[in-house]
């Protein structure tokens, strides 16, 4: 009689997936925290991504985030890590977006705060510190900040055309920094064919006026 043989136990739908996840915390370094906010040094999204996405691949990994609606005015973010055998990993995360005198740059900041703060999740990393600028709350209780005021209005001078505060000028500036390589190129080069600029010039000198700050609120979620 010939001595019964088992099979081997099948594979579990993730097994794939996890292995692979063994063998990238094998490899990835340390993320380096290269951006700077009023309560420290954090890794901002692009330092993440230029981090993990090559030891990802390496391993047949890749991260998709993409918004979902929800019931409510806010999205939900959905992040997944998946492998080219079919399995993933999901993460569903409602957004909080603030309600500010921008609504734009404060969708935007959200966006970026908590795609991060997702991947990192999902693969498991840590690169940031505690508290990350104007959505963390604060150990103690801070004096608030004196409203910003507007640019003074020159007269003779169309609304549009109005200089923009430093405030809503710095906000403008700070959501460009934090676009991706391939969605910046975009946008300059978009920026300077809707206001008459040469290929080469600088987009930043240039955004100066209010209807510089109306083309952003318009168009800049098609490179978020």
Known sequence: MQPETKSPPPSLPLQPLVEALVNFHKTVPAINKTAK????????????????TPHLIKNSLVITQLFEPSEGIDPILVTKLL??????????????VGKGRNP???FGGSCTYLKRYALLALLGLTADMDVDGDFADSAEAKPAKAAAKP???????????????????????GLIKELTPDNLARFCTDFRRDHYLGPNDKVAPALTAKRHQDWMNANLKNYV
């Open 37 to 52: 906010a009023q309560y420290g040094n954090f890794a901002d999204l692009e330092t993440v991504l230029s981090t993990v």
């Open 83 to 96: 492998h080219v055998s079919g399995a993933e990993l999901v993460s569903r995360l409602p957004m909080v």
């Open 104 to 106: 734009l740059h404060d």
């Open 151 to 173: 640019a003074a209005k020159i007269e003779g001078i169309a609304d549009k055309d109005q200089p923009l505060s430093k405030e809503d000028r710095d906000q403008c500036l």
